[in-house]
């Protein structure tokens, strides 16, 4: 940031020590995940607990809200734009936590911590019925919280739609509806073309030893920029990205059994999050404390996550690329050429797991928990009932039975840390991804042949100069628009996959 006028300094300095305790928190998340005992839950919780109360105080404070006030009052007519952005930011963020009671903030903390142990616990049991109070009381205080943060909104929002703001700025249920419409309209039937084409009959997956996995996971990450002196790789439950500071960059990975692919791909799928989160407009220490290097929106996230997974490691160019790579580190070649191993990063069946879902597939996954979010948080469906809910749309949708509670609603973290609005926006990653993906082929090319030639730079080029400087000067919308020149819609994304389906299966 360029000189400033004292009010904005003291609120610089405000801020920076707000994100030094974010950062904190951050980093115990990271533990939590990793490398914490189970037993270390309880006294975890305590911690986030009382870092989420100095942070709602930092956050909500008069003296706080003092410094926001002088330093609107010092705005003029040649205050830069992205100050006056940063300003309004704050002002939107500080009216809301200044709703929020602080034992609220303390409970929500506990909740979720303690949310996160006896989800890993009751995931490894398949036993929904001992996770089940935890999502009770998590559902309860967040409905709490929607019920607080209501008079802070600019226009009325349910409950529902006033979570998904931190994720997806100005998003409602009526847009998702319309953005949603579409896919499930029409994806069901793409399953059905694919399953009835012999060309793409389910096969057993072979077998990738672990120590190769975590070897290709590495090789994929140096090749696309990985620097060890400013990010890590770890393993966990659940794979994630997180940023712990402006220079400290973090993904987790997991194996899993039977899935040769998993671990490669959710590398892939991280380190696209983490590319985003690197190239946002916070390079240094100084700008750190600013809502505009903060991301977009969660659905622009994972459209760049999705980005390097579908449109880069999932392509054909890139198989044949790495083909040689996986052959020669399983000294043979069970996917019979390129091609075949083409076909395997991309199954294009439905299955139950979310993560390993394929891209025909995913959006559905999506779709469902949109609707059970909706049921649980507004529509009055008691916890009891999740399990069944599941299972019974799951099957309507893509002709699929889980067996177990770990296949079906214990699958994922996210309901588990009450992160309620949180799933739509990785459909809206999908959508957002496609969109993106057309304008920047127009202006550099194919993205096929620039895989081909071993350009991945290329691609990140565009990225960094088109998408990530941004931050949260837009909203997602707003940035898609922009970017492509048209609203978002779901055309892209269908004519993507109609157009892989087509190659995948011999009929196009």
């Keep these: ?16 020590t707000t994100r030094l305790l974010g950062s904190i928190s951050s980093t115990l998340y ?8 189970a037993a270390g839950a309880p006294w975890r919780g305590e911690q986030l607990a009382l870092l989420a109360a100095q942070l709602h105080e930092r956050q909500s404070s008069d003296a706080y809200a003092d410094l926001v006030a002088a330093a ?10 992205q100050r006056r952005r940063n300003l309004q930011l704050l002002r939107l963020e500080l009216n809301r936590q200044r709703c929020l009671d602080p034992a609220l903030v303390t409970a929500l903390a506990r909740a979720q911590s303690h949310g996160n142990a006896v989800w890993q616990e009751a995931r490894a049991a398949n036993a929904f019925t001992s996770f089940a109070p935890a999502l009770r009381e998590l559902i309860r205080l967040r409905r709490e919280q929607a019920g607080q943060l209501a008079d802070a909104e600019p226009v009325a929002r349910s409950p529902w739609e006033i979570l998904a703001q931190p994720f997806e700025p100005d998003i409602s249920k009526a847009r998702l509806t319309e953005l949603f419409a579409p896919l499930a309209a029409e994806l069901p039937g793409l399953l059905e073309s694919v399953a009835a084409a012999p060309a793409t009959a389910p096969a057993e997956p072979h077998a990738v030893p672990e120590p190769l996995q975590e070897q290709l996971c590495s090789e994929l990450l140096d090749s696309w920029g990985y620097d060890a002196a400013r990010c890590q790789r770890s393993r966990s439950a659940h794979p994630f990205s997180c940023t712990v500071g402006p220079q400290d960059f973090r993904i987790t990975t997991r194996v899993v059994e039977g899935q040769p692919f998993s671990a490669f791909l959710a590398t892939a799928h991280e380190w696209g999050h983490s590319l985003y989160e690197q190239g946002l407009p916070r390079g240094d220490d100084h700008y750190f404390p600013w809502p505009l290097g903060e ?6 996230h994972e459209s760049q996550s999705l980005f390097w997974e579908c449109r880069v490691a999932r392509s054909r160019a890139f198989a044949e690329r790495w083909h040689p790579r996986f052959q020669r580190g399983l000294g043979s070649d069970p996917w019979g050429g390129a091609f075949g191993f083409w076909r395997a990063l991309n199954p294009l069946r439905p299955g139950l797991i979310r993560v390993e879902a394929d891209e025909l597939s995913y959006s559905l996954h999506i779709v469902m928990r949109f609707e059970l979010e909706l049921a649980l948080l507004e529509q009055g469906m008691p916890v009891e009932e999740l399990p069944d809910a599941w299972n019974r749309r799951i099957k309507e949708l893509l002709g699929l039975q889980p067996a177990t509670d770990a296949e079906g609603c214990l699958q994922d973290i996210h309901w588990a840390e009450g992160l309620f609005g949180y799933f739509p926006s990785y459909a809206l990653g999908h959508l957002i991804s496609a969109q993106i993906s057309e304008a920047l082929e127009r202006e550099i090319g194919s993205i096929e042949t620039l895989i081909g030639a071993g350009e991945t ?11 990530w400087p941004h931050g949260r000067s837009l909203n997602a919308e707003e940035l898609v628009e922009r970017v492509t020149g048209r609203p978002l819609g779901a055309r892209p994304f269908l004519s993507y996959l109609r157009a892989k389906v087509g190659q995948l299966t011999g009929a196009g």
């Design 1 to 16: 940031m360029s000189a400033a006028a004292p009010a904005l300094d003291q609120l610089q300095r405000h801020l920076h």
């Design 30 to 37: 990271y533990d939590q995940n990793t490398v914490m005992p």
């Design 72 to 81: 609107e009052a010092e705005l003029d007519g040649t205050a830069p734009p």
């Design 295 to 300: 991301a977009t929106s969660m659905g622009v």
């Design 457 to 467: 730079a290329a691609l990140q080029g565009w990225l960094a100069s088109h998408i």
